[in-house]
Protein backbone atom coordinates (compact mmCIF):
# COMPACT_ATOMS: atom_id res chain seq x y z
CA UNK A 1 0.00 0.00 0.00
CA UNK A 2 1.74 3.03 -1.23
CA UNK A 3 0.00 6.31 0.06
CA UNK A 4 0.39 9.98 0.59
CA UNK A 5 0.99 9.79 4.23
CA UNK A 6 2.74 6.39 4.12
CA UNK A 7 6.46 5.93 4.58
CA UNK A 8 8.76 5.47 1.80
CA UNK A 9 11.95 3.53 2.38
CA UNK A 10 15.33 5.65 1.45
CA UNK A 11 18.92 6.26 2.41
CA UNK A 12 18.80 9.87 1.60
CA UNK A 13 20.32 12.57 4.06
CA UNK A 14 16.46 13.09 4.84
CA UNK A 15 15.83 9.79 5.73
CA UNK A 16 18.92 9.16 8.23
CA UNK A 17 18.04 12.12 9.77
CA UNK A 18 16.66 13.01 13.30
CA UNK A 19 13.09 13.21 12.98
CA UNK A 20 13.01 16.59 15.25
CA UNK A 21 15.13 17.87 12.59
CA UNK A 22 12.98 16.87 9.68
CA UNK A 23 9.69 18.63 11.52
CA UNK A 24 12.04 21.67 12.69
CA UNK A 25 12.66 22.20 8.57
CA UNK A 26 9.45 21.24 7.63
CA UNK A 27 8.27 23.88 10.23
CA UNK A 28 10.37 26.38 8.93
CA UNK A 29 9.54 26.33 5.45
CA UNK A 30 5.82 26.88 6.80
CA UNK A 31 7.14 30.36 8.90
CA UNK A 32 8.96 30.98 6.25
CA UNK A 33 6.19 31.25 3.56
CA UNK A 34 4.00 32.91 6.04
CA UNK A 35 6.82 35.76 7.20
CA UNK A 36 7.75 36.62 3.49
CA UNK A 37 5.00 38.69 1.51
CA UNK A 38 7.99 38.93 -1.80
CA UNK A 39 6.19 36.49 -4.68
CA UNK A 40 10.49 35.84 -5.85
CA UNK A 41 11.15 34.36 -2.37
CA UNK A 42 8.22 32.24 -2.54
CA UNK A 43 8.89 31.09 -5.86
CA UNK A 44 12.35 30.38 -4.38
CA UNK A 45 10.97 28.17 -1.59
CA UNK A 46 8.85 26.40 -3.82
CA UNK A 47 11.50 25.53 -6.50
CA UNK A 48 13.35 23.88 -3.14
CA UNK A 49 10.78 22.27 -1.86
CA UNK A 50 10.56 20.47 -4.88
CA UNK A 51 13.95 19.78 -5.01
CA UNK A 52 14.23 18.63 -1.52
CA UNK A 53 11.41 15.97 -2.93
CA UNK A 54 13.28 14.72 -5.89
CA UNK A 55 16.19 14.37 -3.71
CA UNK A 56 14.60 12.10 -1.03
CA UNK A 57 13.15 10.58 -3.88
CA UNK A 58 9.97 10.81 -3.31
CA UNK A 59 8.47 12.97 -6.17
CA UNK A 60 6.93 10.07 -7.90
CA UNK A 61 5.08 8.65 -5.00
CA UNK A 62 3.77 12.32 -4.11
CA UNK A 63 2.96 13.21 -7.98
CA UNK A 64 -1.03 12.83 -7.26
CA UNK A 65 -0.70 15.45 -4.35
CA UNK A 66 1.26 17.72 -5.86
CA UNK A 67 -0.76 17.42 -8.89
CA UNK A 68 -3.65 18.47 -6.96
CA UNK A 69 -2.32 21.33 -4.92
CA UNK A 70 -1.37 22.84 -8.26
CA UNK A 71 -5.33 22.43 -9.20
CA UNK A 72 -6.20 24.15 -5.41
CA UNK A 73 -3.39 26.88 -6.30
CA UNK A 74 -5.05 27.90 -9.69
CA UNK A 75 -8.10 27.94 -8.06
CA UNK A 76 -7.00 30.23 -5.28
CA UNK A 77 -5.37 32.37 -8.07
CA UNK A 78 -8.49 32.87 -10.38
CA UNK A 79 -10.06 33.58 -6.76
CA UNK A 80 -7.74 35.74 -5.79
CA UNK A 81 -7.49 37.78 -8.88
CA UNK A 82 -11.36 38.05 -9.41
CA UNK A 83 -11.41 39.19 -5.44
CA UNK A 84 -8.63 41.96 -5.79
CA UNK A 85 -9.91 44.48 -8.46
CA UNK A 86 -6.89 47.27 -6.82
CA UNK A 87 -4.61 49.07 -9.05
CA UNK A 88 -4.63 49.20 -12.56
CA UNK A 89 -6.54 47.11 -15.31
CA UNK A 90 -4.07 44.63 -17.21
CA UNK A 91 -6.25 42.10 -19.29
CA UNK A 92 -9.92 40.39 -18.94
CA UNK A 93 -10.60 41.11 -15.08
CA UNK A 94 -7.01 41.04 -14.11
CA UNK A 95 -5.42 44.17 -12.23
CA UNK A 96 -1.56 44.87 -11.23
CA UNK A 97 -2.23 44.37 -7.53
CA UNK A 98 -4.90 41.70 -8.51
CA UNK A 99 -2.02 39.49 -9.82
CA UNK A 100 0.38 40.10 -6.79
CA UNK A 101 -2.41 38.90 -4.71
CA UNK A 102 -3.14 36.07 -5.98
CA UNK A 103 0.66 34.89 -7.28
CA UNK A 104 1.06 35.35 -3.52
CA UNK A 105 -1.67 33.60 -2.24
CA UNK A 106 -1.46 30.60 -4.98
CA UNK A 107 2.67 30.08 -3.63
CA UNK A 108 1.69 30.19 -0.31
CA UNK A 109 -1.00 27.31 -0.38
CA UNK A 110 1.96 25.24 -2.16
CA UNK A 111 4.28 25.97 0.45
CA UNK A 112 2.04 25.27 3.13
CA UNK A 113 0.89 22.17 2.16
CA UNK A 114 3.36 20.18 1.09
CA UNK A 115 6.65 20.64 3.40
CA UNK A 116 4.75 18.76 6.51
CA UNK A 117 3.23 16.14 4.33
CA UNK A 118 7.27 15.56 2.40
CA UNK A 119 8.40 15.08 5.99
CA UNK A 120 5.98 12.14 7.41
CA UNK A 121 6.79 10.60 3.97
CA UNK A 122 10.91 10.61 5.16
CA UNK A 123 9.90 9.98 8.60
CA UNK A 124 8.26 6.63 10.52
CA UNK A 125 5.61 7.71 12.84
CA UNK A 126 7.06 5.60 15.65
CA UNK A 127 9.88 7.25 15.37
CA UNK A 128 8.25 10.92 15.44
CA UNK A 129 6.46 10.00 18.60
CA UNK A 130 9.68 8.65 20.25
CA UNK A 131 11.72 11.87 19.56
CA UNK A 132 9.19 14.32 20.31
CA UNK A 133 8.35 12.01 23.67
CA UNK A 134 12.07 11.89 24.72
CA UNK A 135 13.45 15.63 23.54
CA UNK A 136 10.10 17.73 23.87
CA UNK A 137 8.89 15.91 26.76
CA UNK A 138 5.32 15.65 25.27
CA UNK A 139 3.11 12.81 27.08
CA UNK A 140 3.66 9.76 24.72
CA UNK A 141 -0.83 9.44 24.71
CA UNK A 142 -0.75 12.52 22.60
CA UNK A 143 2.00 11.68 20.85
CA UNK A 144 0.59 8.36 20.18
CA UNK A 145 -2.86 9.50 19.70
CA UNK A 146 -1.31 12.42 16.59
CA UNK A 147 0.11 9.98 15.18
CA UNK A 148 -2.09 7.13 15.22
CA UNK A 149 -4.24 9.85 13.81
CA UNK A 150 -1.74 10.22 10.62
CA UNK A 151 -1.72 6.78 10.50
CA UNK A 152 -4.84 5.85 9.81
CA UNK A 153 -5.52 8.24 6.46
CA UNK A 154 -3.95 6.11 4.25
CA UNK A 155 -5.53 3.38 5.91
CA UNK A 156 -9.32 4.74 5.52
CA UNK A 157 -7.85 6.10 1.99
CA UNK A 158 -6.75 2.34 0.81
CA UNK A 159 -10.08 1.24 2.07
CA UNK A 160 -12.41 4.12 0.03
CA UNK A 161 -10.22 2.62 -3.00
CA UNK A 162 -11.25 -1.02 -2.56
CA UNK A 163 -15.12 -0.07 -1.65
CA UNK A 164 -15.24 2.15 -4.70
CA UNK A 165 -13.58 -0.90 -6.96
CA UNK A 166 -16.08 -3.33 -5.43
CA UNK A 167 -18.79 -0.96 -5.89
CA UNK A 168 -17.08 -0.62 -9.80
CA UNK A 169 -16.99 -4.43 -9.97
CA UNK A 170 -21.22 -4.13 -9.90
CA UNK A 171 -21.54 -1.48 -12.68
CA UNK A 172 -21.47 1.74 -10.37
CA UNK A 173 -19.28 4.30 -12.72
CA UNK A 174 -17.10 5.70 -10.18
CA UNK A 175 -14.41 5.98 -13.25
CA UNK A 176 -16.55 9.09 -14.50
CA UNK A 177 -14.59 12.38 -15.26
CA UNK A 178 -17.63 14.27 -13.83
CA UNK A 179 -16.26 15.24 -9.98
CA UNK A 180 -20.11 16.13 -9.27
CA UNK A 181 -21.18 12.91 -10.10
CA UNK A 182 -18.55 11.26 -8.11
CA UNK A 183 -19.00 12.93 -5.42
CA UNK A 184 -22.70 12.14 -5.41
CA UNK A 185 -21.74 8.12 -5.97
CA UNK A 186 -19.17 8.51 -2.94
CA UNK A 187 -21.36 9.92 -0.22
CA UNK A 188 -23.00 6.59 0.51
CA UNK A 189 -20.08 5.20 1.18
CA UNK A 190 -19.19 7.43 3.85
CA UNK A 191 -21.15 4.93 6.37
CA UNK A 192 -19.37 1.36 5.78
CA UNK A 193 -16.44 3.27 6.03
CA UNK A 194 -16.86 5.41 9.02
CA UNK A 195 -18.27 1.62 10.36
CA UNK A 196 -15.48 0.47 9.80
CA UNK A 197 -13.04 2.74 11.16
CA UNK A 198 -14.69 2.89 14.50
CA UNK A 199 -14.20 -0.90 14.40
CA UNK A 200 -10.30 -0.55 13.83
CA UNK A 201 -9.95 2.36 16.06
CA UNK A 202 -12.07 0.11 18.79
CA UNK A 203 -9.45 -2.76 18.12
CA UNK A 204 -6.50 -0.47 18.02
CA UNK A 205 -7.73 0.44 21.64
CA UNK A 206 -7.94 -3.23 23.71
CA UNK A 207 -4.67 -3.88 21.78
CA UNK A 208 -2.90 -0.76 23.48
CA UNK A 209 -4.39 -1.35 26.43
CA UNK A 210 -3.89 -5.22 26.60
CA UNK A 211 0.02 -4.18 25.94
CA UNK A 212 0.48 -1.70 28.73
CA UNK A 213 0.03 1.46 27.12
CA UNK A 214 -0.59 3.78 30.33
CA UNK A 215 2.79 1.99 31.64
CA UNK A 216 4.76 3.40 28.94
CA UNK A 217 7.08 6.25 29.55
CA UNK A 218 9.98 8.45 28.00
CA UNK A 219 12.20 5.62 28.96
CA UNK A 220 10.24 2.70 27.29
CA UNK A 221 11.42 3.52 23.69
CA UNK A 222 14.40 0.78 22.83
CA UNK A 223 15.66 3.56 20.27
CA UNK A 224 17.80 6.16 21.14
CA UNK A 225 17.71 9.11 18.49
CA UNK A 226 21.05 11.20 18.77
CA UNK A 227 22.15 14.62 16.84
CA UNK A 228 24.11 13.53 14.26
CA UNK A 229 25.97 16.31 11.81
CA UNK A 230 22.78 16.43 9.11
CA UNK A 231 21.14 17.12 11.41
CA UNK A 232 23.11 20.55 12.30
CA UNK A 233 23.23 21.06 8.30
CA UNK A 234 19.24 20.58 8.36
CA UNK A 235 18.91 23.14 11.47
CA UNK A 236 21.44 25.25 9.84
CA UNK A 237 19.11 25.44 6.67
CA UNK A 238 16.10 26.46 9.03
CA UNK A 239 17.74 29.46 10.07
CA UNK A 240 18.64 30.82 7.07
CA UNK A 241 15.64 30.11 5.65
CA UNK A 242 13.62 31.93 8.20
CA UNK A 243 16.24 35.14 8.59
CA UNK A 244 15.98 35.20 4.85
CA UNK A 245 12.15 35.72 4.92
CA UNK A 246 12.79 38.27 7.44
CA UNK A 247 15.41 39.96 5.05
CA UNK A 248 13.33 39.99 2.22
CA UNK A 249 10.14 40.68 4.49
CA UNK A 250 12.08 43.98 5.67
CA UNK A 251 12.64 45.00 1.88
Known amino acids: MNTILSYHEGKTLLHRANPLSKLVLAMSVVIAAFITSDCRALVVLALLIVLTMYSAHILSALRSLLKAILILSC ?3 CLQSMLNQGGTHLFLWITDAGLISALRAALRLFCFALP ?4 LSVTKLNDLANACVAYLHIPYCYAFTITTA ?3 VPIFAYEMTQISEAQMARGVQFDTPNPYKKLKLMMPLIIPLLVSSVRKADMC ?3 AEQRGFYLRTAQSSYKTYPFLPQDGVLFLVSF ?3 AAACAFSLL
Open 205 to 207: ALA
Open 75 to 77: VMF
Open 116 to 119: LVSM
Open 150 to 152: IRF
Open 240 to 242: ILI
